[in-house]
């Protein structure tokens, strides 16, 4: 079965506080992507893996920014120092089938609020 | 760079009315186009890829090469339909990361 779970759902912090985000695919997909998702606005593409290299980074990803995957199964996100635009939806997806026509399998999200 | 731009936020119709959502892309290679779908509390999920060339749930979508279209249809609107419509591109080179457009907010009135 293909699913992805997403870690916290929710998360509340106060600005300059670190946190971190966990994606976690049911199955084995090589690639993994992290896109951030803001009110009115499409997924916005953040970073992706194919296994555990991370091959491209969006310049959204400024470096309080970090993302992982260290066995090629599942990948953390972390945000240093968070400001309130930081504030949004973080959405990590699976490939499903080829990298030209696959799908993209979302997870639920993680909703970040800095305050 | 690919673009993708759905130029309504919503799209209110009444029941059994005609619906079409629409898709226009910039590219300049042959992309692969999708539609996906977010109902309320439930994840983003595709509902379906040009590639296919299949009607889901009873929606269709065709790709007008020469408009750069991939406008989302179904003939008769039902409540069930009410979501959230994201248009997205997959590039035919490069790293092939898809690019969403905004989403169009789909509200079908009983």
């Known amino acids: 079965d293909t699913g992805v779970s997403q870690d916290p759902r929710h998360k509340i912090t106060k600005r300059g506080q670190n946190v971190t985000f966990r994606c976690d695919p049911i199955?084995?997909?090589?690639?993994l992507y992290w896109y951030r998702q803001t009110l009115g606005q499409g997924p916005e593409f953040l970073t992706y893996?194919?296994?555990?290299?991370?091959?491209?980074k969006s310049r959204l990803l400024s470096d309080r920014f970090s993302a992982e995957r260290p066995k090629g199964s599942f990948s953390t996100l972390e945000i240093q120092r968070t400001e309130q635009g930081d504030s949004a939806m973080y959405l990590c997806?699976?490939?499903?089938?080829?990298?030209?026509?696959?799908?993209?399998?979302f997870g639920e999200g993680s909703r970040l609020t800095v305050l | 760079a690919q673009r993708v731009t759905q130029p309504e936020k919503l799209l209110s119709v009444f029941k059994g009315a005609p619906v079409e959502l629409k898709c226009n892309y910039s590219y300049s290679g042959s992309p692969e186009l999708f539609w996906y779908v977010q109902y309320s509390r439930q994840r983003l999920q595709l509902l379906l890829r040009?590639?296919s060339r299949e009607s889901i749930k009873g929606f269709t979508a065709d790709l007008n090469k020469g408009e750069t279209s991939f406008h989302l249809k179904k003939p008769f609107a039902q409540e069930e339909d009410s979501a959230m419509y994201y248009c997205a591109l997959t590039p035919s080179g490069g790293s092939y990361i898809p690019t969403f457009g905004r989403g169009t907010s789909l509200i079908v009135h009983p």
């Open positions: 199955s084995e997909h090589n690639r």
């Open positions: 893996f194919q296994n555990e290299a991370q091959l491209e």
């Open positions: 997806a699976i490939l499903r089938g080829p990298a030209n026509t696959g799908e993209l399998f």
């Open positions: 040009h590639i």
